[in-house]
Nanobody, 122 residues
Framework: QVQLVESGGGLVQAGGSLRLSCAAS????????MGWYRQAPGKQRELVAT???????NYATSVKGRFTISRDNAANTVYLQMNTLKPEDTAVYYC????????????????WGQGTLVTVSS
């Protein structure tokens, strides 16, 4: 089906920047919307940002103005540029992709990456 591979997480000081990447692969599916979610210790997974295949974006209020989501459709890759990072941004970040089968009508896939840890120190 669809597999997602994430990279770019790490340790950074408050005020710093990181860029996350997520590459999708697989046959017989076309990628629709993609997004980033995060899960902090003791918290439920929450939406960070999403982007449609046409480039329409939306962001969580907490990251608006600091994070930028983008995608390269030819490479089936989505990015998350994170600037002015805060300690409260510390979480495991997960890539998500919604895909539609090119072989069977009404068949969808909802793929998740393995997660990449972002730690922001104060």
């Amino acid at each position: 089906q669809v597999q997602l591979v994430e990279s770019g997480g790490g340790l950074v000081q408050a005020g710093g920047s990181l860029r996350l990447s997520c590459a999708a692969s697989g046959s017989d599916f076309s990628i629709n919307a993609m997004g980033w979610y995060r899960q902090a210790p003791g918290k439920q997974r929450e939406l960070v940002a999403t982007i449609t295949s046409g480039g329409t974006t939306n962001y969580a209020t907490s990251v608006k103005g600091r994070f930028t989501i983008s995608r390269d459709n030819a490479a089936n890759t989505v990015y998350l540029q994170m600037n002015t990072l805060k300690p409260e941004d510390t979480a495991v970040y997960y890539c998500n992709a919604e895909a539609t089968s090119t072989q069977a009508t009404g068949v969808y896939a909802d793929a998740w990456g393995q997660g990449t840890l972002v730690t922001v120190s104060s």
